[in-house]
């Protein structure tokens, strides 16, 4: 299956869409909003240019992505008044998959340009900003033309499912799980540690051309602590995704064939690999790479509601491809109540990575 036709955040401003669930992921780029903005800034003082090229590389829909873009923008015009040097123009490219719902994010432009003009004085602040459509596993902009790339909650999805899993007649290795548990054979972890491997030194690759040297990126992915999968609340969460499907099962709603065949496009690496990548591709200095846990989410809904929320408008697109559209409600209200029930046990906190490059 060809996951990037298929992968997509729920679009539009409904109950399930991203735009309404995507809390969480916007505490995430709160959490490290004070790295994001001080990278931005040495790039502009440093290299003082005209025209600024800022990428946000997995933007989704909703507005997430403009509130990035406003602190970057912030965190430059102030810079420029501390240095007296004039704010340059902003050109800023967001991308996505090709399916996803760019309107949604541009329809919060107005908003986003009265606050930056309300706050400069200015009628019209100097912002370019284009959708870019497309992967970024591969090449998406003219060489040098970006002097910050950043990317928040979306490395972690992988190009594809990686083909290893698979035995010789196509069948999943991995049948009793939907991504990396204590019951995957070691195959399988080896097979999703060599896509991830491969696909993020490709992303690495291309943002090597398309950076100017000096440039920055800021990436933020969920990872993991533990050298162990199996242990990290990431793979919990998918874990819980698994039993909700073979309740699913249980109950005669869906076939064990289906559950069998049904596997992630996503990794969690931890920062050794992350860091090993980096090396060994080579273009890039890191200047910080960190893992840490999330704290527990403040939700007015009970937080199993909450993160069945989260999870339904990134995983719907593909559950309904697999599985058909009619079995998401039964299969999220069961997920919700597994994590309550697991989240009165114990911490049920999302494990996040992040890292600061530099291009060389
Ligand atoms: C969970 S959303 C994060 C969105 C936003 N950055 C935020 O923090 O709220 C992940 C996004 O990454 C996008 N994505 C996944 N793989 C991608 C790829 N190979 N190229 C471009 N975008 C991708 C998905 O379509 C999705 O919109």
């Not at 284009?130 to 596993?137: E, I, L, S």
């Amino acid at each position: 299956m060809d996951v990037h036709r298929a992968f997509r955040m729920k679009g539009g401003v409904g109950d399930n869409s991203y735009s309404n669930n995507s809390s969480l992921q916007k505490g995430v780029a709160d959490k490290v909003k004070h790295i994001t903005t001080e990278a931005i800034r040495q790039v502009f003082v440093t290299k003082k240019p005209k025209s600024l090229g800022i990428a946000d590389l997995g933007c989704a829909s909703g507005p997430n992505a403009l509130s990035t873009i406003k602190q970057v923008v912030e965190a430059v015009e102030n810079a420029s008044g501390t240095i007296q040097q004039p704010p340059p123009e902003f050109r800023i490219y967001l991308n996505d998959l090709h399916s996803n719902d760019f309107n949604t994010v541009f329809q919060g432009l107005p908003d986003l340009y009265e606050e930056l003009s309300s706050k400069t004085k200015q009628q019209q602040p100097p912002l370019y900003i284009a959708a870019c459509p497309g992967t970024f596993y591969g090449r998406l902009f003219p060489d040098h033309s970006l002097h910050f790339v950043y990317s928040s909650n979306s490395l972690h999805w992988l190009s594809m499912v990686p083909r290893g899993i698979y035995d010789e007649e196509g069948r999943s290795m991995n049948r009793k799980s939907v991504y990396i548990s204590e019951r995957s054979p070691p195959g399988v972890r080896r097979a999703y540690l060599g896509q991830f491997q491969e696909d993020f030194s490709l992303f690495l690759k291309s943002r090597s051309h398309e950076l100017i040297p000096g440039g920055r990126m800021v990436l933020v992915m969920l990872g993991r602590t533990a050298s162990d999968h199996a242990h990290c609340a990431n793979s919990f969460l998918w874990e819980l995704l698994y039993q909700s499907l073979a309740h699913l099962v249980a109950q005669g709603e869906v076939e064990e064939e289906k559950l069998e065949s049904y596997d992630v496009h996503f990794y969690a690496p931890s920062k050794e690999e992350l860091e090993g990548e980096v090396r060994k591709e080579g273009s890039f200095r890191t200047e910080m790479v960190e893992v840490f846990e999330m704290e527990g989410a403040n939700v007015s809904r009970s937080y199993g509601t909450a993160l069945a929320k989260a999870v339904r408008c990134i995983q719907a697109s593909m559950l309904a491809h697999h599985f058909g559209e009619g079995i998401l409600d039964k299969l999220f209200h069961h997920y919700a109540a597994l994590i309550d029930q697991e989240s009165a046990k114990r911490d049920v906190r999302s494990t996040i990575a992040l890292l600061l490059l530099t291009k060389l």
